[in-house]
């Protein structure tokens, strides 16, 4: 079982949707919880992090964590082509306090105008 | 602010040579993280330096190694180069490498193994 999974995609919403993504993990000890955007031939950029249960809002995005069910899962609202990318959900998974951040395989999404 | 600077930014090897990577990261980074990634693996973590020591690591080969330098920039070495290194090798900085610092990513350096 992979530490991180993600639903590869694509997935297709018509602009103005609400776009719903998907992660599961494997390390019941993650406290740290990241999702990062990479457009095509671009690096990855951070765009929220959650660290306790519940739900984070942030402009469009909002990200939600379920530790029980080991479940992250990020929703953007009013989605614009410009949202069109792959949406990586990272996983740290370090000893102690360091840093291991543990990535998916990333969803592809496509916002269709 | 500089952002993470990698070099080179493309490079052509041959099976069984070595390759070594550069990564400076942003003025005040202490970690320094590496990263492959590949079409159908994704991103896979390589290691994960702080303060010239490995502090987390992958589970790759031991033909992939990395270094510190005191002032934080990284190198990454591949030795015995094999056709399934080709990929794309991005680097990390963070200011102290903690579990919930925000990365920031290099543009990368593209390796092609013939």
């Known amino acids: 079982q992979k530490e991180v999974e993600q639903n590869s995609g694509p997935l297709s919403v018509p602009e103005g949707a609400i776009a719903s993504l998907n992660c599961t993990y494997s390390?019941?000890?993650?406290?740290?919880f990241f999702w990062y955007r990479q457009y095509s031939g671009k690096s990855p950029e951070l765009i929220m992090s959650i660290y306790s249960n519940g739900d984070k809002e942030d402009g469009r995005f909002t990200a939600q964590l379920n530790k029980a069910s080991q479940y992250v899962s990020l929703l953007i609202r009013d989605s614009q082509p410009s949202d069109s990318a792959t949406y990586l959900c990272a996983v740290n998974t370090g000893s102690g306090n360091t840093g291991k951040l543990i990535f998916g395989q990333g969803t592809t999404l496509q916002v269709k105008p | 602010k500089a952002g993470v600077t990698q070099t080179p930014r493309y490079l052509i090897k041959t099976r069984g040579q070595q390759v070594t990577l550069s990564c400076s990261p942003i003025?005040?980074?202490?970690?320094v993280s590496w990263y492959q990634q590949t079409p159908g693996q994704g991103l896979q973590f390589l290691f994960e330096y702080f303060s010239e020591t490995q502090r987390n690591k992958g589970n790759f080969p031991g033909r992939f190694s990395g270094r510190q330098f005191s002032n934080s920039r990284s190198e990454m070495n591949v030795s015995t180069l094999e056709l399934g290194d080709s990929a794309l090798y991005l680097c990390?900085?963070?200011?102290?490498?903690?579990?919930?610092?925000?990365?920031?990513f290099g543009s990368g350096t593209q390796l092609s193994v013939l």
């Open positions: 390390d019941r000890v993650s406290q740290s």
């Open positions: 003025s005040g980074h202490r970690s």
């Open positions: 990390a900085s963070s200011l102290q490498g903690t579990a919930n610092e925000k990365l920031f």
